[in-house]
């Protein structure tokens, strides 16, 4: 018997050397994808070996796992029996939704260089002999240990020095961000920082130690503006109508943003005032609203930012409720569609570092994609609309227990993957995407899209349907040609932004060495069901990377690393922005890019 | 028939040869003081020669004037008949109150030199070809014309930056801080400046032009605080009391602040967010009340001030409503009760750049004075209490319509001057220092203060007391036996604090060479009478200069010039600061200069 252990999840217990890791993870509530339930046929339940050893690779898992992914000792978990103590490493695509969130990504790897320095000091109380001010006794005292001369000290700072000295026997540390002493506090505390990625229809929050740089917990939370309009056009007008409005908006975000950073907080026993900085991005219209900057230019051509520049605002100019000095840095925009969400996606994925030929794909509500190709790069923005959340689809829902997950057709046997083993209640993104790669490899779809006569497509009040699930006394779980009409408009903006930048290089999609799948949706899809579909070029595997939400990574970055903020405005200098609406041809590459056709070929033009 | 021009008063009318300076002054409504009436014997309508040619000085005047006065072109109003146009300067002291506030000071005599740059650009609007967001559209129009790399901009700007680019047709000019765009306007607008000095009881508002420096309006008000305690000890107890008391403190100085600042602008047409920069000057507990910092401390030995150095602080961050992203600037404090506002009046009056021996006396609620010894500054406060605005004494009023301001005795017939000319209610401050010196003139009242027996002194109630006026139907206006133990306790501060200061530097008082008197009050007594009751050393009266506000025209002077600011910082570390009580001998001496007795003498020790 053997002790396993499933990281990032943290989940420990004992195995029989009989029990497949499914098994066993299954009896330790690790909620593993499994389409086929074990019966080793779907090639789904993907695990990483990081120590020990486990029994050799069987034929199906060679012929489900790429060459690299068996160098890099990926297995499949039913087919993988422990032969000593082992650590497995799941990764977010083969974790069912409950364990996934909006936050995962990829993993920081930058030395920490805070914006600020950490400086512990003791002064001498005052006499009357000497009866120095509290601000000028701080000074020499960071003076004599430091050499450091004087410099402001934050207002709020200020109102609480004296008690504060008083309170601690004189014996304090500051943090000093360029000039300015920004925080206080007693010596037994860190200082910690927040990093969120407010995306337009998901937050992701993450609470860090500043000094080491370590992630102490992060959140995922929906983002409230939603009531106001599930996409940013319909943001950007509601602002425009009021200023109370505006005001409204702005007050969502901060308020869902101090209620999680409460709640992080809390988890570790920590108070928001230990928080002393704080990096936040997201695309242009949330940057702008966030900062109650006017975004009515926004929507109009030609669609300018009010701000590109990355800023640093105090906390407290926007209600954000952390140490009373600390700032705010927001990472710089690109255009009026290619925000600073963007920028971190690029900061983390490091797309900007490669050589040759690499693209990056940040799906959402918006979706952006950044081409560098041999160091020129450049970005375009495509509106996929909200479909891959559920919406505008009749039974589509957000990645929520009940939600079809993953979808296999076996001959003409539906096995559905539903989160949280729950009765399905709907289905979402990632489900459709492979409901609709695996209806188009069955034939019951035509490349234009259309349902064709086929057993599995039915008629229903004079509309061409498939039934997902029968529920006995209920309606059945559908989805309708016009679903899918949806989807492939969601598709077709990703293929054409994809299609635009490789095109203006002069190249054809075959010549990307590499592609980044950014966005908790692209974490969770399969890519092959994305490339039956012609969501994303067909090209191996192997040159695909699922990195989870890379904007939250990035975020966390520019958070802990100077370095990295400093690498992000070079980023932000160096992207060009093109309006996809303005290539040539439009509408011809656009109908050309909604055909649910793997073999969509690229020299048309 | 000639036009006299009164300044700075702005009275301009005709006059005929015959006819005395002061009759014309009467008949324009400038209200020059005149004890005796035109009777030439009271020496107070003085007034100076600016341009023009009057007759020639009569040998009363002589007798009235110093050589120096006579030579700076002084004469008494009531001799001076016109032989041609003229244009008059009434010194604040020969106003009586209605048209003296507490603004008046010393002209400022150095070039502005703001501390942000004023910057005027023409902006290319983006089109689609070149979507320049808004900010570096601007950074890149202040590049071509001004070299100027890009730097911040405040978030208030930021906010208004996309609308008013637009509005203005893409035509503004910023004010640059540092490397921060702190306003933005229309190109037609000036950028003004607020400078205040707030006093315990008082508060001087100055509104400024910042590219000329001028004066551009003033205004006198009451500080509001009063209500919480006439002197500092019992605000700081007040606030001390509950956080809600501490930000009502506030709150009520900055109401009154955007009060009056409002009215000033109103006055020019001008709107508070043309105001990009504001001084504060105040004492060291109203310095500490007006940035909420904590006041305990000062209150408890050994009186530390939080915060001494000067500081940069966004208005907006203390209620202050001028421009949003403006800064307001508080000079240094020295020590825990000398504040900002006496190293302002040591800036105005430039103590500092004296050789020799010079001092400095800012007489207020609380008095601070400075010795400047070749070079060696030293500075003491003490606490010389309310009674010269009238307070703890039986019928003292502030200096308003109905005070009598000055008082002479021609043999037992008291001379009255009432401010406003009304009939008289109560006695101001300079009015009973003036009655004290004359009955201590007149031997009744002996060197101890004591009221003895002279026909001028009458028992009432079993205490001595002077009626002063007989009011029918109504009591009469007296000063008891315990008001002039009042004044004596006041003056004896002051004298005390000037002979502590010349001992320490192992001096006599008749070493001063020069001796500024600083504050509304200071400016408007009778130094003579001064002299004579023992509050001030009986120097020759040409080594005085009352010089009124000059705390208010310190802050102007930090307002306008960096080098005025650079200057104050210096002054703030180079004056030593002594504790009165910590003196040798104290209540000895403290007894002594209490003494009604201009022959003080100054050896002892």
Request: some cysteine.
């Amino acid at each position: 018997m053997f002790i396993i252990d499933f990281e990032p999840v943290g989940r420990r217990g004992e195995c029989f050397e009989d029990q497949s890791l499914l098994d066993c993870a299954r009896r330790l509530n690790v909620d593993l994808v499994s389409l086929c339930g074990g019966a080793r046929t779907c090639g789904r339940c993907k695990i990483q070996l990081i120590s020990g050893t486990l029994s050799q690779p069987t034929r199906e898992e060679r012929q489900f796992l790429s060459e690299r992914e068996l160098e890099q000792n990926f297995r499949l978990a039913c087919q993988s029996f422990p032969q000593s103590n082992v650590k497995i490493y799941v990764p977010p695509a083969s974790l069912t939704a409950p364990q996934r969130t909006q936050v995962e990504g990829l993993n920081l790897e930058v030395a920490p260089e805070p914006p600020f320095r950490n400086l512990e000091v003791q002064l001498n109380p005052p006499s009357l002999g000497s009866p120095e001010s509290d601000d000028q006794n701080l000074w020499k005292a960071l003076h004599a240990r430091y050499g450091i001369a004087p410099g402001a000290i934050d207002l709020k700072v200020q109102q609480s020095l004296s008690p504060q000295l008083r309170n601690s026997n004189w014996s304090v540390r500051a943090a000093l961000r360029d000039r300015e002493i920004v925080a206080l506090s007693a010596r037994s505390t860190r200082w910690l920082g927040l990093a969120a990625d407010i995306g337009t229809t998901k937050i992701a929050a993450y609470l860090l130690d500043m000094e080491n740089g370590r992630t102490l917990g992060s959140k995922g939370l929906m983002n409230p503006q939603i009531s106001y309009g599930e996409d940013v056009v319909s943001r950007i007008a509601a602002a425009g109508k009021s200023p109370e409005n505006a005001a409204k908006l702005q007050a969502l975000v901060v308020d869902a943003l101090n209620e999680v950073t409460s709640q992080l907080c809390a988890d570790i026993q920590a108070d928001p005032s230990d928080i002393v900085e704080a990096v936040i991005v997201g695309n242009t219209a949330i940057h702008h609203l966030f900062l109650r900057l006017p975004v009515q230019q926004l929507g109009l051509s030609p669609y300018v930012p009010a701000i590109r520049s990355a800023v640093d605002i105090k906390a407290r100019d926007l209600g954000l409720r952390i140490a009373p000095g600390g700032y705010v840095h927001l990472l710089p925009n690109i255009a009026g569609y290619v925000g600073a969400d963007h920028v971190a996606m690029l900061l983390a994925t490091r797309v900007d570092q490669y050589d040759g030929v690499t693209l990056a794909v940040d799906i959402g509500t918006n979706t952006e994609i950044c081409l560098n190709s041999n160091g020129r790069m450049t970005s375009v923005s495509c509106a996929s609309g909200p479909a891959f959340e559920g919406a505008h689809i009749k039974y589509g829902m957000r990645a929520a227990p009940g939600a079809i997950e993953h979808v296999r057709l076996s001959g003409e046997k539906m096995e559905l993957q539903v989160i949280g083993g729950a009765p399905p209640v709907g289905i979402c993104g990632s489900g459709f995407l492979d409901l609709v790669a695996q209806l188009r490899l069955a034939n019951a779809l035509d490349g234009s899209g259309r349902l064709v006569n086929h057993p599995l497509v039915h008629i229903q009040d004079g509309m061409r349907e498939i039934v997902l699930v029968e529920r006995p006394g209920s309606d059945a779980i559908t989805i309708s040609q016009k679903d899918v009409r949806e989807l492939q408009l969601a598709k077709a903006a990703i293929r054409l932004g994809i299609r635009a930048l490789v095109e203006l290089e002069g190249l054809t999609e075959d010549k990307i060495e590499r592609i980044f799948i950014a966005g908790a949706f692209g974490t969770f899809i399969d890519i092959e069901s994305a490339i039956v579909i012609g969501m994303l070029p067909a090209l191996p595997l192997e040159r695909f990377q699922q990195v989870g939400n890379a904007a939250g990574t990035g975020a966390r970055l520019a958070l802990i690393s100077q370095t990295m903020r400093a690498q992000a405005r070079q980023i932000a200098l160096r992207d060009r922005y093109i309006e996809l609406a303005c290539i040539p041809n439009f509408n011809r590459k656009f109908a050309e890019a909604s055909l649910i056709d793997r073999g969509l070929t690229t020299a048309t033009n």
